[in-house]
């Protein structure tokens, strides 16, 4: 009797979902109020009554004057009951950050989701994407500037190397102001702009802009580092004027001015400094030209860039002729070995050992598929004949279905059940293959 309980538990489990479909929910937080460069967050959930059969596919869009970052956590799974029938929730989010005032509106875009319309089968339906749109724009403060830096919290910190002492003319100077702003990317934080008087020559360094995230990929704080190296030509005091960055403050809704202060020092003479200046032409004959060949001239072109130019050519030429087919060659082979029958009975292996009955019967049905094409889990129940196999899977739907639904369950019985019948059908499969000892004939 044990046998009738997983398909009896199916068709009363389909029975209360039948008219129910699959939905998605999705909001903006801020819906409104927005500031330029402020994060909005686009929370969507997918709804599906029984449970998820797959990986819900987010769509990837993009917003014209827009930067939108694709969700980077690991989805969020929930239930909740939907007209007396409950449904299975993942929630994930979207972070758009508007560059420019205006209104954005979310475009035209379908969410691919399996589930079990009817356990055990699975059934994909394309969903789209909830119209919504939100309004940014610059707060009539900043609406004068050429940015707009919208942040929590700002600091701004000022290195030299080396100090500012006993400096002479020809000494070399490198200055580095550190921006650091919370909840903001660093592509957001404008350069800074470095001058000095005359007789001090600038030489601008690569900025360089870091985004700093948690373990878990939550946005912490953008950081702007910006260095010169400063030239002393010659000796004299000197003062470079103070910078300033403005910016908004999101919590206190005004334009704050971060400030690192005019910096003065004195510079003295160094007699054994030369200044670099271009060598002066000597008064006299000047002397014929000399016509060279052609080959002299372009001797060097031809020794070093013509091979070079030739070996690039062939290097090119060589990846266009043979990397396309290679690569679909691999993506062909790791999508069979993902689609393979060790790849599911692993996942199956992986459900079962984290105790989830749900995501082990799932995975079950998916390793049938692959390992047993064509056959329902009953006739492979009958077909193995394995009195354990048949009690754990049994009990299985029990706890999904059956009279203890809601109970804890335990999948280890079930995975050495499961190895102990895949290790008969591997034996069975490599006798068949030998050839008999004492062939006749």
Known sequence: MKRH?????????????????????????????????????????????????????????????????????????????VGGVTYAGITQTYTIYPQQPGKFRLPAAQITVPYAENPPKTTIVHLSLPSLAFDADVPPAARGLDYFLPTTSLTMQQRWSPPLKALRAGDTIERTIIVTATMTQAMLIPPLPFTAPEGIHIYPQQPDV????????????GRRTQSAKYLIEKPGDYTLPAIELKWWNLAARRMVTATVPAVHFTAAPNPGYAPELPPETELGATPAPVHASFWSRYRVWFRLVAPSVIALLALAWLCWRYLPPTFGELKRWYR????SEPAYFRRLQHACSRHHAMQAYTALLSWLQVSHPGISLEGFLRQAGDSQLCSEVNRLGEVL????????????????????????LRLRANTQALPPLNPTG
């Open 5 to 81: 309980y997983l398909p009896m538990g199916f068709a009363l489990f389909a029975i209360g979902s039948f008219a129910q479909r699959p939905f998605v929910r999705a909001h903006l937080e801020p819906a409104n109020e927005v500031t330029v460069g402020q994060p909005v967050h686009l929370a969507v959930t997918v709804l599906v009554p029984n449970f998820f059969t797959g990986a819900v596919d987010l769509p990837e869009f993009e917003l014209e004057n827009a930067i939108v970052i694709l969700p980077q956590d690991r989805p969020q799974h929930s239930n909740e009951q």
């Open 336 to 339: 069979a070995r993902q689609h």
């Open 210 to 221: 870091h985004d700093q995230k948690t373990d878990r990929g939550e946005f912490v704080f």
């Open 401 to 424: 279905f059956g009279r203890q639904m809601g109970h804890e369950w335990s999948g280890s019985s079930l995975v050495k059940a499961l190895r102990g019948h895949r290790r008969g």
